[in-house]
């Protein structure tokens, strides 16, 4: 049992399949997600020997980028919509990842429940979590505390662990992007849409949107499916190994898609990262004014699924 992770106090969740360490104090942040029928860590992991806690409001880039943070109530730091709070700002990569959280593991350390509540914001944001073999269940619910409604943007910010062998899952009609970086060397101007997952990028040569370039590129993608994925799953595989991770979640909870890729172009990490999300374009702001995020009313609550799935290489018949 890990009692710390990189200097900071630490709860495992462990099964015959499975382990996940947790970090309470530091947004219950998932630091790493093991399968042990292969030992293959999924998420990826920063070369820091020691983690620092972080400030509420703190710059993301400016702290450990590793592993799966709740984002709420958005991504972008921005200026809060609607309502009695507009105008008040939302931290960068929202309020949860910098808070520490209250939590109870059961004493099997097969599941845990744990909850936040905000300082700024009228909301609670609870999280409980079970084990079931090779899947993680989560179930997530936010609670409006206030008596107005409170637009927000969800999503998993989980950094897996890739190579050039490493290929995106996605339902089939999900066949179009929109570019929502201004850093890409391959996709053009923030805006641009390109056809998923082979488009002729921005130098004129065929590019393959699905998989990751080399560390040697230098680059970062980030991009959203111009459709809703209404099936409610994706994943990435592994093809050197046939390992897979899946996710599957409530569709019209959370009817986005989003992809952030990094070859070595964000302070030379090397990930990539699946991101269902109840709004679009990672900016609570944005979403909120083109009606494309969804909202708790007064009094109300929001509640989702999620679900991790590992699996191994498959069997030979």
């Not at 709860?11 to 030992?39: A, H, Q």
């Not at 919509?81 to 931290?91: K, N, Q, S």
């Not at 997952?197 to 980030?222: K, R, W």
Request: aromatic share 14%; net charge negative.
């Amino acid at each position: 049992m890990t009692d710390t992770y990189k200097g900071i106090a630490a709860k495992e969740l462990e099964n015959d399949v499975l382990r996940l360490t947790f970090l309470p104090k530091y947004g219950c942040k998932l630091v790493s997600l093991i399968f042990k029928p292969t030992g293959r860590e999924f998420l990826f992991q920063s070369e820091a020997d020691t983690l620092e806690i972080p400030p509420y409001g703190a710059n993301f880039a400016q702290y450990d980028a590793s592993g799966f943070d709740e984002v709420f109530p958005s991504l972008n730091a921005c200026p809060y919509p609607e309502g009695p709070f507009a105008g008040t700002p939302v931290p960068d990569h929202g309020e949860l990842w910098t808070l520490p959280w209250s939590s109870a593991f059961s004493p099997d350390n097969t599941s845990a429940r744990s909850f936040v509540q905000s300082d700024r914001f009228p909301y609670t944001f609870s999280r409980a979590i079970q084990l079931k073999g090779n899947e993680v269940l989560f179930e997530y619910t936010v609670e409006n505390l206030s008596d107005a409604s409170f637009p927000f943007i969800w999503m998993p910010h989980c950094l897996l662990a890739c190579s050039p062998y490493t290929r995106l899952l996605v339902p089939p009609h999900l066949n179009q992007i929109i570019n929502v970086s201004h850093t890409s060397h391959h996709l053009g101007q923030w805006g641009t849409h390109h056809p998923y997952p082979v488009t002729i990028d921005s130098n004129g040569q065929q590019f393959d949107l699905s998989q990751p370039e080399p560390p040697s590129a230098q680059n970062c993608e980030d991009f959203y499916f111009t459709m809703p994925n209404t099936e409610g799953w994706c994943g990435i595989e592994h093809t050197d190994t046939g390992e897979k991770l899946l996710y599957a979640y409530d569709a019209e909870q959370v009817p986005y898609l989003g992809v952030w890729k990094s070859h070595a172009g964000f302070r030379s990490d090397y990930n990539l990262a699946l991101k269902p999300c109840t709004g679009l374009y990672d900016d609570l702001y944005i979403a909120h004014k083109t009606c494309q995020c969804r909202t708790i009313p007064a009094q109300g609550k929001y509640s989702w699924n999620f679900k991790i799935t590992l699996e191994g290489p498959a069997q030979p018949n």
